[in-house]
């Protein structure tokens, strides 16, 4: 336990250091690192070795543009660099057949996409919300995405060591339980609601999302989306746990000392943040 606090600190600190750095390309190199982290996990998780190292080697200019597609001279480049990367492992395949599991090299493929997906959705939301016209709401979206699913991690164990007696899928991750989910869904409201008021007050009104927008029915907006990502974060978290078993591993990684690799620390993010970036766009920013 003393392990995984120091850990979270530091992480918190160094997530503190990169937001100060948010309206520089310096956030979206990092993501991008993030992003590449994971994804060799993936690929180590599938059980490749050294002489798959081009499966890999094909994400790095792929995801790289993905995170600097804000950029126009880059945005252009996503949808034929797309198509490469997509012809490049199909080839891959057909050349190395017999010695390449097709299923591992899909898993990559499908984990991977999920992944991109999930961390675009923050380098999204700062081309949607740029600093110069709605000062720092993206900040505040990305902190909320993150309380949600590391707020609602927190509250689920430990409504789970202080009321667990159902198991919610003990096939999948035993330890997870019924009165634990609850506990996660009802933190995970709070959560999110505390994040919005601290937001509204910090402010003090001036950015954007606060001038109007800031109510008893906005909170109850936000509190109704916490639910929805709550469930979503544990499924994220049941997902990656699912892969985890198949692959015959108990971590994805150890960059975290207590905690795991990156995926062990944001599966419960993966699905929250996409749904949240959409949410945003189609609702408060019309």
Request: with cysteine.
């Amino acid at each position: 336990m003393k392990t995984r606090i120091i850990t979270s600190i530091v992480g918190l600190g160094f997530l503190a250091l990169i937001l100060l750095m948010f309206d520089t390309v310096v956030f979206n190199l990092v993501i991008a690192a993030v992003t590449l982290i994971a994804i060799h996990e993936i690929y180590q998780a599938m059980g490749m070795g050294k002489q798959e190292w081009p499966l890999m080697a094909v994400w790095v200019p792929f995801t790289i543009a993905v995170m600097l597609s804000h950029l126009p001279c880059i945005l252009t480049a996503i949808l034929p660099m797309t198509y490469l990367l997509v012809a490049f492992i199909c080839i891959y395949l057909v050349i190395r057949n017999g010695t390449v599991s097709f299923q591992k090299v899909a898993g990559l493929v499908m984990y991977g996409g999920i992944v991109v997906l999930c961390f675009f959705s923050l380098v999204y939301l700062k081309r949607l919300l740029p600093v110069d016209v709605y000062r720092y709401d993206a900040v505040f979206f990305i902190l909320l995405i993150l309380s949600f699913a590391w707020g609602g991690d927190t509250c689920a164990y430990f409504a789970g060591r202080a009321f667990g007696k159902h198991k919610l899928c003990p096939k999948v991750s035993p330890k997870k339980t019924v009165e634990g989910a609850i506990g996660g869904v009802l933190g995970t409201m709070v959560f999110g609601v505390l994040a919005t008021v601290i937001y509204a007050y910090a402010a003090d009104r001036v950015e954007y999302f606060t001038q109007s927008n800031i109510g008893v029915s906005m909170y109850i907006v936000i509190a109704l989306l916490g639910m929805i990502a709550a469930v979503l974060g544990i499924y994220g978290d049941l997902f990656a746990s699912v892969v985890k078993r198949q692959c015959g591993i108990k971590d994805y990684g150890t960059i975290f000392p207590g905690h795991g690799g990156i995926l062990d620390r944001f599966d419960s993010v993966l699905f929250i943040a996409p749904f949240v970036t959409m949410v945003v766009t189609v609702v408060f920013y019309r």
